[in-house]
Structures are given as structure tokens and as C-alpha cells.
């Protein structure tokens, strides 16, 4: 573990952030000000309730942790985020979901968020081999472990971090008590017309060919002005825009399409995911939503059937189902609860 001041009221603390130059047309300068009092006090709390730090990897490269303690804690909730996303994201998240005796613990993969990039731009969705993420979680749940002992670990996961928290668990059988899963990505849909194979294929000659590390085509840079209509993540124009909002305001946000190096990764891990599913040992509880177009929901619910797990989808409900409207996001909060709490029973 390497601590570079990040703690509790440090002024290296990470959670600094600048009034966006260019609010676009997605944000008014009125919703901005209410934006920048509520991400204000987000991280005011964030700051009072978490202490974070940095953990060094095997290659010399650090990523961004943070936990919050409670006393007498009977149980660790670690979220696994998904791709392009952060720890700040989740403040609100973590704050409405607040549970008596339960810790948490956060971090940003490799490449995004505040940890370390393995590319010169910044903004590149990026990675050089998909084990990579699970090597890091590894080592937040080697750090959480000797931060809280042998209580019972939850991991709570988002799209991508599905993908990473199933080829963790299967590695480290008995490693964590559960797995929460919103959207995992088992499947991706492109938003294309050419077949998976047809993608996969064109990926894989461009990796061949020296150009890992460029932009898959029809994506680009982060767009800092996108618009609400026809969006894939939430049905909530509200959220929708303070998190364009928030990702402005931190300097260390904003990621742009992946890479030809990171799909190739993804279609393998993705592939894995399913040779691996026997080794799946412990309770998982997946949630999708009915119009998720980034996620294959089909791959999801064939993933439940096999390991026997709790499916449940939400009507109406985009990607980012804890993104989602107040009325759907309370569901989907109240039933990660009732998982947490030991009141959902039947897997």
C-alpha cells in the first residue's frame, strides 16, 4: 500500500474539482449552479466519511482506494465500477444505500478515475490485457482484508466490473460471501449492424497491426456536451446531467471510447466468463434493466439459470439502473439492501 496523503482533510486530497469553462448545451448556467452545490456537498461528505489512499501494482503503476470504516462492521461492500467510471460517481450511490454495520470500500481501475494510465493520453479507454483489472481487485481485497480482518466481502459491480468480479471469484474460490451484478457485461451490443464476429475479427487485425492503442472506429475523445435524448444509460435527464456535469469537473474523469486493444480484451474476457462459470461458487444476484442496448440481456439470463442465481429485471430500466429515475433507482437501492441485509433468500 502507498500513501500519498490522500486521507481524510489532506489538501492532496483527490476530490478537488474545477467550475467546467463551457457548460455546453446540456446544462443551463441555473442547473449548474445547483450542480456544483450538490457535487460540492457530495464530496464534502465523501471526505468527512472516507480516507483514501493508493496501492501500488506489480508494474510500479498505483490506483486510487478509499474506504470508509464502520464500527463493529459485520460486513465490506467493495464496488467494482464499470468502464469510463470513477469513485465520485458512486458518492450518492453509497450515501442513499447506507446500511448499519456495513463498510465500504472503492477504487478506479487502471487507466480511468484518478488511477495511473497506461497510455500517454488520458483520455483513451484503454488496457493492455483484461487480467490486469482482476490482478487490482485482487489487491483491494488484499488490502481490505488487512484493513478489516475476515469479515464477509460483497462485491457490488457495475457492467465491466461484472466481468472483473466473475474471473476474480472464479481464480479465488471463497474469496467473497456474494456478488451483486447490475448489467454485467457477458455480451456487448454494438450499435451496429456487422455481427460480433465481423467486430471481434476487425479488432483483432488492428491489434495485429500496431494499432492497439488507437480508437475503435465511430467513437472518439469524451464528449463533453452529449445529448440526453436517445441516451443508453438512464431514463433520467436529471441525473443524466449532473453526472456530464460532475465528469467535467474533475479533471481525472473524462474518458472517451475504447481502444482496439480494450475490445480485444473484452471479447476474451467475455469469453471466459462462460468457461469459468462452473467455478462460480458463491450467491449471485443479477439486476438489468428491460431496455439495457449496451449489455447483451440475453447472455445475462442464461449466466443466472447456469449458476443458479437471482435475476430480476426492472422495467423501463436503461444501463445504469442505480443512475436511473428516483422511482426505479429506489427499487433497485431497496433491493440491493434487502441482499445486504440477508433478506432475500431462495439461491
Known amino acids: 500500500m502507498v500513501d500519498k496523503g490522500l486521507g481524510t482533510g489532506s489538501p492532496g486530497w483527490a476530490g478537488d474539482f474545477r467550475f467546467p469553462r463551457k457548460l455546453g448545451n446540456l446544462v443551463s448556467e441555473e442547473h449548474a449552479v445547483n450542480y456544483q452545490d450538490r457535487l460540492t456537498a457530495n464530496l464534502w461528505w465523501y471526505r468527512q466519511q472516507f480516507t483514501e489512499t493508493r496501492l501500488a501494482t506489480a508494474d510500479g503503476r498505483t490506483i486510487r482506494f478509499s474506504c470508509r470504516r464502520q464500527n463493529k462492521s459485520r460486513a465490506l461492500v467493495i464496488i467494482v465500477n464499470g468502464r469510463t467510471e470513477f469513485i465520485e460517481k458512486y458518492i450518492e450511490v453509497l450515501r442513499d444505500l447506507q446500511l448499519d454495520g456495513i463498510s465500504y470500500a472503492l477504487y478506479d481501475h487502471c487507466g480511468q478515475g484518478d488511477s495511473d494510465r497506461l497510455l500517454s493520453d488520458p483520455e483513451k479507454g484503454h488496457i493492455d490485457r483484461f487480467y490486469r483489472y482482476v490482478d487490482d481487485l485482487e489487491k483491494v481485497v488484499q488490502a481490505c482484508r488487512s484493513l478489516f480482518g475476515?469479515?464477509?466481502?460483497?462485491?457490488?459491480?457495475?457492467?465491466?466490473?461484472?466481468?472483473?468480479?466473475?474471473?476474480?471469484?472464479?481464480?479465488?474460490?471463497?474469496?467473497?460471501?456474494?456478488?451483486?451484478?447490475?448489467?454485467?457485461?457477458?455480451?456487448?451490443?454494438?450499435?451496429?449492424?456487422?455481427?460480433?464476429?465481423?467486430?471481434?475479427?476487425?479488432?483483432?487485425?488492428?491489434?495485429?497491426?500496431?494499432?492497439?492503442?488507437?480508437?475503435?472506429?465511430?467513437?472518439?475523445?469524451?464528449?463533453?456536451?452529449?445529448?440526453?435524448?436517445?441516451?443508453?444509460?438512464?431514463?433520467?435527464?436529471?441525473?443524466?446531467?449532473?453526472?456530464?456535469?460532475?465528469?467535467?469537473?474533475?479533471?481525472?474523469?473524462?474518458?472517451?471510447?475504447?481502444?482496439?486493444?480494450?475490445?480485444c480484451e473484452a471479447f476474451s474476457a467475455m469469453r471466459r466468463c462462460r468457461r469459468v462459470i462452473g467455478r462460480i461458487d458463491c450467491p449471485v444476484y443479477f439486476l438489468v434493466g428491460s431496455e439495457d442496448r449496451v449489455v447483451g440481456i440475453d447472455s445475462i439470463e442464461q449466466m443466472a439459470a447456469e449458476v443458479h442465481g437471482l435475476y430480476q429485471a426492472f422495467k423501463h430500466g436503461r444501463h445504469e439502473l442505480m443512475m436511473e429515475t428516483p422511482m426505479l433507482r429506489q427499487r433497485v437501492l431497496e433491493l440491493m439492501r434487502e441482499i445486504l441485509e440477508g433478506r432475500v433468500r431462495g439461491i
Open 150 to 263: 475476515s469479515i464477509p466481502i460483497h462485491l457490488l459491480c457495475h457492467s465491466m466490473g461484472g466481468t472483473i468480479a466473475w474471473l476474480y471469484c472464479a481464480d479465488h474460490p471463497a474469496a467473497v460471501a456474494s456478488m451483486i451484478l447490475s448489467a454485467p457485461m457477458f455480451a456487448i451490443q454494438t450499435g451496429v449492424s456487422i455481427p460480433l464476429f465481423m467486430v471481434e475479427s476487425i479488432a483483432r487485425f488492428c491489434c495485429r497491426n500496431g494499432m492497439a492503442d488507437r480508437y475503435v472506429v465511430t467513437t472518439g475523445p469524451y464528449d463533453r456536451d452529449p445529448p440526453f435524448e436517445d441516451n443508453e444509460l438512464t431514463a433520467d435527464p436529471d441525473r443524466f446531467a449532473f453526472n456530464v456535469f460532475m465528469t467535467g469537473s474533475l479533471p481525472f474523469a473524462p474518458i472517451g471510447g475504447p481502444t482496439y486493444g480494450w475490445l
